[in-house]
């Protein structure tokens, strides 16, 4: 076991204090994330957007004890942590790196490092799933392949594993040096070249000599032999190449013939070393071919007989990466995790869990654990205590190894020995207001659970991204200065995508600000346990009560407002409210002028009890580029309005104008202390400039109810409009005005994506439903509709109507079921 003395030694850093010996068994790098305070030692890092430095505080009040810092000056007085151990290093997350790989040193087994455009993390689970026949794997969690996330993998080895598979991801130049090192993989798989991240690089041939690093001292490297690219720069770095090819290329070991591929199976011959053998994939599409190809020559590498290979191949099972939350039956909301229920993955799980703010219970529903090299009652204790640091007020066991194991869990715990044995006996009154993590290994069908607490709501969900939002959010941030404050816009039910579930979000990566536009709205959240301040933009006078309840913050407008407000909270009244003062600066919307201003000054000088937290205005033109110069003219009257506003109160207050289209344009100029993003969040580049930037957040799906044969002549819903001039196929979707589907996308004007193939509307659009011509398109009923998304942008949808994307997406009715995941 490692000390804290030791860690010193390996990462080259000095001690700055040590006054205690603590277990060290767990690397912290999120001071959101601990699990087992104690036992864990944090490296504070600094980020683009957060300083690890900040949280010492936080972790020292949690029972953390063992930090490595970049920087001792920002901790000042050392003697408010007496207990604490504090290693001082240049680079912390160098210093986590070099550990890292001094723990990968002390073990000699075979690793294997996985790296290239597309597929590692499939690759990476399918090996798993392939080698853990024979083998005990340890593998990353997830896609966690980053400077960060490569040393935590590694970390897990322990003497019980037998093989290591890892993956490595890179988005500039240098950094594969870095992780090759702490990897150190003796067998190396390189699994395609695409333009996936091309943004860090200067050309697609630095990206791919850059990722070859990963296989510097690699015994040998799989890679495909049919791309032309990767095959020549492989033999041009001299790395020991280990090729397969499906088109006879002859510097490949291992020869391939694709027999046959179609509903959803593919036959392959392959020829290796002089012996042959068929196998079938159950799939059939190129991808995952692709995939299933590289880890059938990393298996004969690595010696598995060709025999073996057929029966290890048939169980390959898909990677469910997505881990999904819904709303479910009684006021529950479930966690949806597919995902390999390992320890690893358990963990991550949980820490979701942890995550939600929601108030009421947090429950667990988990089936044995798929985990290699651990003592069966060693994986239990380790689960049980995990489940109670993270604070788990519920945990149902399924599986006749984890009910073999039940008293390690707390009292109160349930086990079943099955999956329909647990269902049998479920009443729906059995979960109440609780959020439900769902987590099973594949054979135990969780997907009956999540069914049956799900809550009953037709087939039209709005899937919302969370990492594609946290994304546009980094992307925003990256356009202002670094200290600027964001607040984020979550009114209208955040754009139609869920409030409390944006705002959770959105609380875990540390914004400044929420607002919203009504009083209810604020309250919702912070019923759903949201602490981050909220501003409320259209609060009437008999709120304002409410407000202070719920310590929300009002936007004050006009005169006639701020003495409505101190008729609620006269002089002295104890726990006012900070007001936010809102400008006219152009837009004439709402807002104070300058003689009005004048006014709301005089009055405030009375009032000291009152703080003026934030002065503000909005922008009329931010969107166009035609009013970049009334938009000049805008923030220029805001700068002298403002700083009157502060010479009246006699202290400053934040200043903020800018929206996401501002942002884009102005971001530089005019951030000054805070802006506040709105639809951009939600991955509509409103300015049109930047679009390529943001990655799609929404997406409407729905279903094909029925397919029909209309004969020519005959007509397609009310009012007959629609009207077939020939023999036509129609499908009926579950989509309708009432679900926010817009009428005006009637007869012609809309279209949907049907199994990729685009679809016009045919015919009024229904109050629930709708018709589209699928004549000439393989359609059937089931078949997914995408009404808006990736592949058909809301830009183009609103265009086509005369309207802009924020109507669209906020008039997705709530009875649209959202589900959330993380790609
Ligand atoms: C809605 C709103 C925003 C955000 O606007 P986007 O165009 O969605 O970025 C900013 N400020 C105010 C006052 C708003 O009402």
């Given at each position: 076991m490692f000390s804290f003395k030791e860690i010193a030694q390996v990462t080259g850093g000095?001690?700055?204090?040590?006054?205690g010996a603590y277990p060290v068994q767990h690397l912290l790098?999120?001071?959101?994330?601990?699990?087992n305070a104690v036992s864990s030692v944090f490296f504070a890092i600094r980020g683009e957007f957060h300083?690890?430095?900040?949280y010492l505080p936080e972790l020292y009040e949690a029972g953390v004890r063992q930090f490595v810092v970049e920087d001792a000056s920002g901790l000042m007085d050392l003697s408010t942590y007496p207990e604490a151990n504090f290693l001082l290093v240049s680079n912390s997350v160098q210093a986590l790196q070099r550990l890292a790989a001094y723990h990968r040193r002390k073990f000699h087994i075979p690793v294997i490092g996985i790296t290239g455009s597309n597929g590692k993390t499939i690759v990476k689970e399918w090996l798993a799933q392939l080698l853990s026949v024979s083998e005990r794997v340890v593998k990353s969690p997830r896609?966690?392949?980053?400077q960060i996330g490569v040393p935590l993998s590694v970390w897990?080895?322990?003497?019980?594993?037998t093989v290591g598979v890892f993956e490595a991801g890179i988005s500039?130049?240098?950094e594969m040096a870095h992780l090759a090192s702490v990897l150190q993989p003796t067998l190396g798989v390189f699994t395609n070249l695409g333009?996936?991240?091309?943004?860090?690089?200067?050309?697609t041939a630095q990206k791919l000599e850059e990722k070859l690093k990963?296989?510097?001292?690699?015994?040998q490297l799989v890679y495909c032999a049919d791309q032309a690219t990767v095959r020549e720069a492989v033999q041009q770095a001299g790395l020991p190449g280990f090729g397969w090819s499906t088109q006879g290329h002859?510097?490949?070991?291992v020869q391939l013939n694709v027999l046959e591929m179609h509903q959803g199976k593919t036959k392959v011959r392959f020829r290796y070393a002089g012996q042959g053998q068929d196998l079938v994939l159950p799939f059939s599409d190129e991808a995952s071919l692709e995939n299933a190809l590289h880890c059938l020559a990393a298996l004969l590498y690595l010696g598995v007989k060709p025999e073996e290979l057929p029966a290890r191949f048939e169980r390959l099972a898909p990677v469910a990466m997505r881990l999904e939350r819904k709303e479910a039956i009684n006021g529950c909301y479930v966690i949806d995790d597919t995902y390999n229920n390992d320890l690893a993955g358990l963990r991550i799980a949980l820490d979701v869990l942890g995550q939600q703010a929601r108030r009421g219970r947090k429950t667990l529903i988990v089936s044995d654990l798929l985990e290699a090299g651990v003592e069966e009652k060693a994986l239990y204790q380790q689960v049980a205590q995990e489940v109670t640091a993270r604070g788990v007020d519920r945990v149902i066991g399924i599986g006749d190894i984890i009910t073999r194991h039940q008293?390690?869990?707390?009292?109160g715990s349930e086990f079943y020995l099955g999956t329909d044995s647990f269902l049998g006996q479920?009443?729906?009154?059995?979960?109440?207001q609780e959020t439900i993590l769902v987590k099973g290994?594949?054979?135990?069908?969780?997907e009956k659970i999540v069914a049956a607490l799900?809550?009953?709501?037709?087939?039209t969900v709005l899937e919302v991204n969370l990492d594609a939002l946290v994304h546009n959010l980094n992307y925003y941030r990256s356009?202002?200065?670094?200290?600027t404050k964001i607040m984020v816009m979550v009114k209208a039910f955040a754009y139609g995508a869920g409030s409390y579930e944006i705002g959770n979000l959105l609380q875990f990566h540390r914004v400044d600000y929420l607002a919203v536009a009504y009083t209810d709205e604020g309250v919702a959240l912070r019923e759903h346990g949201i602490t981050l301040p909220i501003m409320v933009?259209?609060?009437?006078?008999?709120s304002f009560l409410k407000m202070q309840q719920y310590s929300l913050e009002p936007e004050i407008y006009s005169p006639d407002l701020l003495h409505r407000f101190l008729d609620y909270f006269?002089?002295?009244?104890?726990?006012?409210p900070a007001i936010h003062l809102k400008l006219d600066?152009?837009?004439?919307?709402l807002g104070f002028d300058d003689a009005e201003l004048e006014e709301a000054l005089a009055v405030l000088d009375q009032v000291p009890?009152?703080?003026?937290?934030s002065v503000f205005s909005h922008l009329a033109?931010?969107?166009?580029?035609?009013?970049n110069d009334f938009t000049r003219e805008q923030i220029a009257r805001f700068r002298q309005m403002s700083a009157k506003v502060e010479q009246g109160l006699g202290y400053s207050v934040t200043k903020h104008i800018l929206n996401s289209a501002g942002i884009v344009r102005f971001g530089e100029e005019a951030a000054f202390d805070m802006v506040r993003l709105g639809i951009g969040l939600y991955g509509?580049?409103?300015?049109?400039?930047?679009?390529?930037?943001l990655q799609t957040v929404g997406q409407l799906k729905t279903t094909v109810s029925q397919v029909k044969s209309i004969k020519a002549g005959d007509t397609v819903g009310y009012s007959r409009r629609?009207?077939?001039t020939t023999h036509k196929q129609t499908a009926t979707i579950a989509i309708g005005y009432a679900d926010g589907?817009?009428?005006?996308?009637g007869n012609g004007v809309g279209e949907v994506l049907i199994n990729g193939q685009r679809a016009p509307i045919i015919g009024n659009v229904c109050m629930d439903m709708c018709m589209v011509d699928v004549t000439g398109l393989d359609v059937r009923a089931g078949d997914e509709v995408l009404v808006f998304g990736e592949e058909l942008p809301l830009t183009e949808l609103a265009a086509r109507i005369g309207t802009i994307p924020y109507e669209l997406l906020t008039n997705v009715s709530t009875r649209v079921k959202r589900v959330f995941f993380n790609a």
């Open positions: 000095m001690l700055v204090q040590c006054p790098t999120d001071s959101r994330k601990i699990a300083d690890g430095h900040q896609s966690y392949n980053s897990q080895i322990n003497e019980s594993h500039q130049p240098e333009p996936a991240h091309d943004e860090g690089f200067a050309s990963l296989f510097e001292h690699v015994q002859p510097s490949a070991q008293d390690l869990f707390p009292a479920l009443r729906s009154e059995t979960f109440r290994a594949r054979i135990f069908q969780f799900q809550q009953q709501v037709h087939g356009k202002v200065p670094g200290p933009m259209n609060p009437s006078p008999d006269p002089e002295k009244s104890p726990q006012t600066t152009g837009m004439h919307r009890h009152v703080r003026v937290q033109g931010a969107d166009e580029a035609l009013y509509v580049e409103s300015s049109g400039s930047e679009q390529s930037s629609g009207i077939a589907y817009d009428r005006r996308f």
